[in-house]
């Protein structure tokens, strides 16, 4: 089965038109490589630019934020100064305190000492926000920083507030002033593009600020941890949401270790939603199929088509001597017109050689059936002579020697008609030759004993001329010697049996049994010195075989068996 599989393989791949495919596949695949390559050199420059924009506009659209929080902290640095000298006055710092909140988008202002106490804000009153972990690290380190609390005190949301240090005369740490900033106000600010979402997270990639509900907005987050995206640098990165959406996303430092602005765009929109960026490796596979289906055009309207018309034209000419015109491969190459003509010109040759030969056969064949015609009409003549002598002659025993010679002539005569009427034929077929023969000798026969009773069995066999002269007048002697001694008890038939049996080893025998009387010599055995066993003798060895002759009870047996030329033995 596989052998079968692989050659029906091999006789799809061993035609011109496929091996031409195969080439220009190959030829044109190293273009296809070089495009890919190219193409996803453009997709990659594409998408770096759009991580690019995609941090610029992230930038862009923290800008305000930005500017409002250092707003928030020039304010808390200003109110730093003037806070030793307020914290006298307790109601006339409350009131810088909410004039300070006027006309911006401010939610507190205020100052808070070492231990957590709001003494002075714009708050109705003072209140604690107790020692928190951002506070001991302000009294260890104090500077100005902006901090997150996600649960103010004093509005209760998620606000962003800048702090800078009060110290008094003497410059010891009295507290801070602070300026918080709702992150509702920085959600207001915000102008986020189309396809585009921004949010604010927290250093732990806590969601601070969203466009809608903060469970609406995890969809959107990125499933990697935190540590792995935020950074204190702006950058871009590609990974999947957690709708499972491939998407870009660009994370910004707004407040360095606290606030961070976080934007995404879905992957497709990312990279301008172009088809053949999203898709690199198609447009040059398309290329290439494109260049190949057009260079098999080619080679099919140029090369294949004329080749395979050329193909049919030779099958014909060998099947039917169909010839064909010049005029049929006008439209072919230069170079396949001259097979063409080459072509025409060898099988117009052909049929004149062809014709020549047949001629000459045509007369060879007529000269031989001459010769044999000839040589079957002296034959004829020659018996109606030895006729004539028998019916002018008085000796018995002349007239019997005459009989015999007449009997041989005879058969001689029906040989070359039967070369005569199958003259042209490289073999005889002997089935018939051997069949008329054995009919024409017991009709000789006939008027000397009418009660013979024939039986033959021939197989089919053709000999060649060479085999089938000798084996013709060794069945003739041994018919003519068998019809000299015939006979049967009284009741009983006379019979002859002639047969011709093909045997294994390419080889034939041939048999002639004849009844004979009780009590009557035996004639012509292998010790007798008889005319007729000296031919069949000399006619068995013409066919190379084996020769006997016994006599077995009432019968007397005669067989040759000899080999068949293998070379013109019938199929």
């Known amino acids: ?113 070492t231990k957590g106490l709001v003494t002075c804000s714009s708050a109705p009153g003072p209140f604690s926000v107790g020692i928190t972990p951002d506070l001991i690290r302000q009294i260890e380190d104090p500077k100005p920083v902006v901090l997150v609390n ?96 491939e998407r870009l996303y660009a994370v910004v430092p707004v407040v360095e270790g606290e606030l961070y602005a976080l934007s995404t765009w879905p992957y497709d929109h990312g990279i301008s939603g172009d088809f053949y960026l999203r898709n690199p490796a198609l447009f040059p596979a398309l290329m290439w199929l494109a260049s190949l289906a057009v260079a098999w055009f080619a080679t099919s309207l140029f090369v294949t088509r004329h080749v395979v018309k050329l193909r049919r034209t030779m099958r014909e000419f060998a099947k039917t001597r169909r010839t064909t015109t010049v005029k049929e491969f006008q439209t072919a190459p230069g170079e396949l017109r001259d097979v063409a003509d080459t072509y025409i010109s060898m099988t117009d040759m052909v049929l004149r050689d062809e014709a020549k030969i047949e001629d000459a056969l045509r007369q060879k064949d007529v000269l031989l059936r001459e010769v044999h015609h000839r040589v079957k009409n002296n034959l004829q003549l020659i018996a109606s002579i030895m006729s004539m002598q028998m019916r002018q002659t008085r000796s018995k025993e002349v007239k019997q020697i005459m009989q015999s010679l007449h009997d041989r002539v005879n058969s001689l005569a029906t040989i070359h008609r039967n070369l005569y009427q199958t003259s042209g034929q490289a073999d005889i077929n002997m089935d018939e030759h051997l069949d008329a023969i054995v009919r024409q000798v017991v009709k000789m026969a006939a008027a000397r004993d009418a009660s013979i009773e024939l039986k033959t069995d021939f197989d089919e066999i053709r000999l060649i001329p060479d085999q089938a002269v000798p084996l013709s007048l060794f069945v003739t002697e041994a018919m003519t010697n068998a019809l000299k001694y015939i006979g049967a008890e009284k009741g009983k038939s006379t019979t002859l049996c002639v047969s011709l049996e093909v045997q294994e080893d390419d080889r034939a025998e041939v048999m002639v049994t004849n009844s004979i009387p009780p009590q ?52």
């Open 1 to 113: 089965m596989l052998k079968q599989s692989l050659l029906r393989l091999w006789a799809t791949v061993d035609r011109l038109g496929v091996r031409l495919a195969l080439v220009l596949a190959v030829a044109l695949l190293p273009l296809m490589i070089v495009s890919i390559l190219r193409s996803q050199s453009v997709v990659n420059e594409a998408v770096a630019r759009s991580r690019a924009a995609l941090t610029g506009v992230t930038l862009n659209a923290v800008q305000d934020e930005i500017n409002l929080i250092e707003g928030a902290k020039a304010v808390a640095q200003s109110l730093s100064q003037w806070m030793p000298s307020l914290l006298d006055d307790p109601e006339s710092c409350k009131l810088v305190m909410r004039e300070t909140l006027k006309g911006n988008a401010y939610s507190f202002a205020g100052f808070y000492d």
């Open 150 to 245: 996600e649960d103010a005190p004093a509005s209760g949301t998620s606000v962003i507030y800048a702090s800078h240090p009060v110290y008094d005369k003497d410059g010891s740490l009295m507290g801070f002033a602070a300026i918080s900033i709702p992150h509702k106000k920085l959600q207001q600010t915000s102008a986020a593009p189309t396809n585009a979402e921004f949010l604010t997270l927290n250093a732990l990639g806590a969601i601070l600020t969203a466009p809608g509900t903060l469970e609406e907005a995890q969809p959107f987050m990125p499933q990697l941890e935190p540590s792995e995206y935020i950074s204190e640098t702006a950058k871009s990165f590609r990974a999947l949401g957690n709708d499972g959406t």
């Open 520 to 571: 009557v010599h035996k004639p012509d055995t292998e010790k007798s010195s008889g005319l007729g066993a000296e031919l069949m003798e000399a006619f068995a060895m013409q066919l190379s075989g084996d020769f006997s002759a016994t006599a077995e009870e009432d019968t007397f047996v005669v067989r040759l068996n000899f080999p068949i030329d293998e070379v013109h033995q019938e199929d």
